[in-house]
């Protein structure tokens, strides 16, 4: 089986090799270094991954599939997690979601057809305080109002 | 005014340096003190200082150090919960990407104290950019000679491993936790055994909150005692970072002394009122999983006893203030709908229970309820609380008698009106 994940992940992979005592313990940096790679992972990305543990595909599935955050369909070049839990919903952030919803005619949970935009409704992002709070791949944007989003989803 | 030891840091990216930690906030002179000290003279400095888990727990964190067998087979593991997910909580992140560098000595300080050589931060997923400044951090402490072999010169020697969850509410809770660092699905376990006993990788464990870890540096330093009497109440010690959200006038983290204000005395002495100078509706004290209050019970002070007096809880000290405009059964939906998509899935009862709770509060705010859905509800959660093998199925049932025992006429308007009057 040709690999697709590059040199890179292995040495990353390599250098955390000592960090644990048991090699299943890797799995879950494995998988975000992969997900870093290719965006989504892909049933072949996560046999590899297997392949790398030592354990059944269907481990890794099984594994996965359990968190939010591994991607197990493609998503878009940008990301779109906006908090609605009740720190952010007390502080309008059905707005930006319904906002979003309606530029895109899109869904929560759905990537445009451009596949520039992928809309997902998210648990709390731990910003209550600057709330509503939204990420964008890795970063975060908070105390966000529908015009400041706007204005964000006009530079991406 | 009490002291604070942490928020004056906060919003400094400076302080995120080794140079500002130990030039401004004496840092790692508490882990040069520690490994002078034996073991069981800073568990006791620890159990002194009345220092109480910080992440929702409460548990006393010397007697859980205490827990921790003098010998082991299998090696021992000190783990930090950066897990932060409880909603309306929102103060490790700040301590993790302001101060750093008092988490890891915590830690280090920790490990020694427990005869452990691993230390693992466990930090959620979204936490990026924050699990990228631990490391910077804990790469400094390594050139530094703070971490790695022969520590300061001494036999003991410490390593810190960044951990990033991805997206499970439930990997806060500790077994839920050790699991997610194994590499497996964030399930919790059956205790006992506890993770003092057998925890990560089967060795003994202790899994302690960011905050409780950051407080460990100024115990040592300064003493247990001290540290007690930062709290105004007998088993309290030490200060809280407070973080207070949703209708406030300034919402956001405020450190004060354990146990030294009431709600009220918080939300308007210090966040300025609430929002729009509207009602006050509920407060909900501890992050999502509390029991909710009505305006007319915040005059409890903010902390572990009080609250459980009164029926609610502390938990992780995340204060959501709600006003008069918002539909508290729009409000308890929406909580009960994270807690049904967090359900791990294991245990029956908190696995369909949230989903049916979730099902009936939402058809009851979108006017389809009847009569007899309160009871319904109450009856699930009941056959929740308490039946399931980890808190999260308490954490969802509370806040569903709690709001409808105390907020039972807005639920009977909605199913009478069949509408929500607020929509």
């Known amino acids: 089986m040709q690999k697709l994940l590059s040199e890179a992940f292995y040495l990353e992979m390599k250098k955390l090799e000592p960090k644990y005592p048991t090699r299943l313990a890797l799995l879950l940096p494995a998988l975000h270094a992969a997900q870093k790679e290719t965006s989504w992972l892909s049933p072949v990305i996560l046999e590899e991954i297997a392949k790398y543990i030592g354990i059944h595909p269907a481990q890794v599935r099984e594994v996965a599939s359990f968190y939010t955050m591994y991607n197990l369909k493609p998503v878009g070049k940008y990301h779109l997690k906006i908090c609605t839990n009740v720190a952010c919903i007390l502080r309008g952030a059905e707005h930006l979601v319904k906002y979003c919803e309606k530029k895109w005619n899109i869904q929560c949970g759905e990537t445009t057809s451009d596949k520039k935009f992928t809309l997902m409704e998210e648990e709390c992002l731990g910003a209550c305080g600057t709330a509503p709070a939204m990420m964008v791949n890795d970063d975060y944007y908070e105390n966000l109002s529908v015009e400041q989003l706007e204005a964000l989803i006009e530079r991406l | 005014m009490t002291e604070t030891l942490f928020i004056q840091h906060f919003g400094k990216e400076e302080a995120r340096k080794i140079s500002y930690y130990v030039e401004k906030m004496e840092g790692y002179t508490a882990l040069k003190k520690a490994i002078s000290l034996s073991q069981d003279e800073i568990i006791g400095e620890v159990k002194k200082a009345n220092l109480r888990g910080r992440g929702g727990a409460g548990f006393p964190a010397g007697i859980k150090w205490g827990f921790i067998p003098k010998q082991s087979s299998k090696p021992k593991y000190f783990v930090c919960n950066a897990d932060e997910s409880e909603p309306g909580t929102f103060k490790d992140r700040d301590l993790m990407r302001y101060t750093p560098h008092l988490v890891l000595e915590g830690i280090i300080i920790g490990g020694y104290a427990i005869g452990s050589n691993t230390g693992y931060i466990y930090i959620r997923g979204e936490y990026t950019r924050e699990a990228g400044l631990l490391q910077a951090a804990i790469d400094e402490a390594y050139e530094k000679g703070y971490l790695g072999k022969n520590i300061l010169g001494s036999p003991f020697s410490f390593d810190i491993t960044v951990h990033r969850g991805a997206g499970a509410y439930i990997c806060g809770e500790e077994t839920g936790l050790l699991n997610s660092l194994e590499g497996k699905r964030g399930e919790p376990r059956v205790k006992p055994p506890f993770p003092a006993q057998a925890g990560a990788f089967g060795g003994p464990t202790i899994v302690n909150n960011v905050e409780t870890i950051a407080s460990i540096p100024f115990i040592i330093r300064r003493g247990g005692d001290w540290f007690a009497k930062l709290g105004k109440l007998e ?42 100078d509207r009602k006050l509706k509920a407060v909900i004290p501890g992050g999502s999983s509390a029991p909710v209050l009505t305006a007319d019970e915040i005059d409890v002070v903010l902390d572990i006893e009080p609250l459980m007096k009164v029926g609610s809880m502390l938990g992780s000290a995340g204060i959501i203030v709600v006003n008069e405009t918002f539909c508290v059964v729009k409000l308890l939906a929406r909580m009960i709908k994270f807690y049904a998509h967090e359900s791990c899935g294991q245990c029956t009862p908190c696995r369909e229970g949230c989903q049916w709770m979730e099902n009936i509060i939402e058809r009851i705010e979108h006017g389809g309820g009847e009569e007899r859905d309160l009871n319904l509800l109450l009856d699930i959660a009941d056959n929740i609380n308490g039946k399931t093998l980890c808190a999260l199925g308490d954490a969802a049932a509370g806040p569903v008698m709690s709001f409808v025992k105390k907020f039972r006429s807005d639920f009977e308007q909605h199913i009478r009106g069949k509408k929500c009057p607020n929509a």
């Open chain 2, 235 to 276: 088993k309290s010690g030490g200060t809280r970072l407070f973080g207070v959200s949703g209708h406030v006038k300034k919402p956001g983290l405020y450190e004060l002394g354990s146990g030294s204000v009431t709600i009220r005395e918080l939300i308007y002495d210090y966040c300025g009122g609430i929002l729009d």
